[in-house]
């Protein structure tokens, strides 16, 4: 990394272990699904950014039970269990799924979190990591990649669906995709 960079997450990663925050991987967490599922919507509720979706505690309870080995991550400070990163990992590629923790509050925690899902990442071998949809500036910072995402639409009726391929791109530009180049020895886009 960069100094820059190498200095701002040794920073808040330092920050971190002053205040006893600890992360374990582990796949047994039903017991937690309504602890987790409330620290999900506090992270719902202040996010301004996409969201897909809204999680239930049977999600978590279910996820723990129907995806066994694959590792999720739990943050603690101390023995109090103060966050969580979902992650799934499939073959060859882990995905940070979601994210919660117990308070909003805008403290390192989340660049500790992020930092802890690419180190996940190399411990379990993952070659591919996807982080998510969200927060792109942090996540850049630790050396991801922006990518655009395709999307595919389609009308209720022949009529709309002839007017949808030419009035969306007029209505939805892409903004360009300004990658920082984190590393010494990184790929500038």
């Not at 699904?33 to 049977?58: G, I, M, N, S, Y």
């Not at 603690?76 to 919660?100: C, I, M, P, S, T």
Request: aromatic share 12%.
């Amino acid at each position: 990394m960069k100094s820059y960079y190498r200095s701002k997450l040794r920073k808040h990663l330092a920050i971190n272990q002053a205040q006893g925050i600890r992360h374990e991987l582990t796949s047994e967490f039903h017991h937690l699904a309504e602890q987790l599922c409330r620290q999900w919507l506090v992270v719902h509720h202040q996010a301004d950014e996409f969201a897909r979706e809204k999680l239930t505690p049977e999600f978590y309870h279910e996820l723990s039970h129907q995806m066994e080995e694959r590792s999720k991550a739990l943050y603690y400070k101390g023995d109090e269990l103060v966050g969580h990163a979902l992650l799934l990992q499939d073959g060859e590629l882990l995905r940070w799924l979601y994210f919660g923790r117990e308070t909003a509050v805008n403290d390192s925690l989340y660049i500790y979190v992020g930092w802890s899902v690419v180190h996940s990442a190399i411990l379990l071998g993952a070659k591919q990591l996807e982080l998510g949809l969200t927060t792109y500036p942090i996540k850049q910072d630790l050396g991801a990649q922006l990518e655009p995402i395709h999307i595919a639409l389609r009308g209720t009726s022949n009529f709309i669906n002839t007017f949808v391929g030419w009035f969306y791109p007029l209505l939805n530009r892409v903004p360009p995709i300004h990658n920082r180049n984190v590393f010494k020895t990184g790929i500038r886009n």
